[in-house]
């Protein structure tokens, strides 16, 4: 699991303040992953008000100066604190931010950090945080989620259940634009493995074209949600041609806070 030692000590020293309403997300939850290939250079948790983000601070800051640590503000705000954490010879920064509690599923209990937010929401986050902005971690995360979460298609299709500012294909002419990173950008990541642009490039092209294909394929009522296969308890892209009732898929639409996929009779 690409977390530092130090990151590693961190979670587990603010684990007893996480909850429902406080969870670890971003990079490091989306990579917690063993089969990850990127380090996060810091911890995000993130809270359903601004009240709670105060709250969670102050929490946390107790428990990290009473293990020795030195806490640096940086950014203090309503609704959200950036700290670098520090001690002896290592430094981590953390976040605690406001997020809308809007989301697909519940979020999890984790015995590294508490609570984090499901692997999928991480994935339709990192889909429009990638829309938003042109970062060489985001592409990375992004070919990796792809890879191992759920294929592109199905992130941007729910993607605008969480930002009906989109249209599936609007979030996709901006998925376009991302990817054209220059070596020593991405020499500048923490990574697992050496990352080869070449082979990289190929499959975000083919991701591109399938999630074009697959949006143009479904009705628009269906439109921001994800097809959840019942029998095997995942969700999937669903395949063409075929009714949803056939293939034992369902509708898995997000709410406040979350909601478990129905799971089917044994």
């Not at 339709?124 to 992004?142: C, H, S």
């Not at 191992?148 to 996709?172: I, Q, R």
Request: charged share 25%; with cysteine; proline share 6%.
């Amino acid at each position: 699991m690409p977390l530092t030692d130090f990151q590693r000590e961190i979670l587990g020293l603010v684990a007893r303040t996480r909850s429902p309403d406080s969870y670890l997300a971003g990079g490091a939850a989306l990579h917690l992953s063993p089969k990850s290939t990127r380090y996060s250079e810091d911890l995000d948790f993130f809270h359903d008000s601004s009240e709670r983000v105060a709250s969670a601070y102050s929490e946390d800051a107790a428990l990290l100066e009473d293990a020795g640590c030195t806490l640096e503000i940086l950014i203090s705000q309503p609704g959200f604190i950036r700290v670098a954490v520090r001690r002896d010879d290592d430094t981590c920064r953390i976040d605690w931010a406001h997020e809308s509690a809007w989301r697909f599923l519940p979020v999890v209990r984790d015995s590294i950090g508490g609570y984090l937010l499901h692997e999928v929401d991480l994935a339709i986050n990192k889909t429009l945080a990638l829309a938003g902005r042109d970062e060489p971690r985001d592409f990375i995360d992004i070919l990796f989620v792809d890879d191992n979460v759920l294929p592109l298609a199905g992130l941007v299709w729910a993607a605008v259940g969480k930002d009906p500012g989109f249209t599936p294909l609007s979030l996709l002419e901006l998925l376009k634009r991302r990817g054209r990173h220059r070596p020593e950008d991405l020499d500048r990541l923490w990574l697992t493995e050496p990352f080869d642009a070449a082979t990289a490039k190929v499959a975000w092209l083919t991701a591109l074209e399938r999630a074009k294909e697959f949006v143009r394929s479904r009705p628009p009522d269906e439109i921001g949600c994800l097809y959840y296969f019942t029998s095997q308890e995942r969700f999937v892209i669903p395949r063409d041609g075929t009714s949803l009732e056939d293939q034992g898929i369902d509708l898995h639409f997000g709410s406040p806070g979350g909601v478990l996929p129905q799971i089917a009779d044994g």
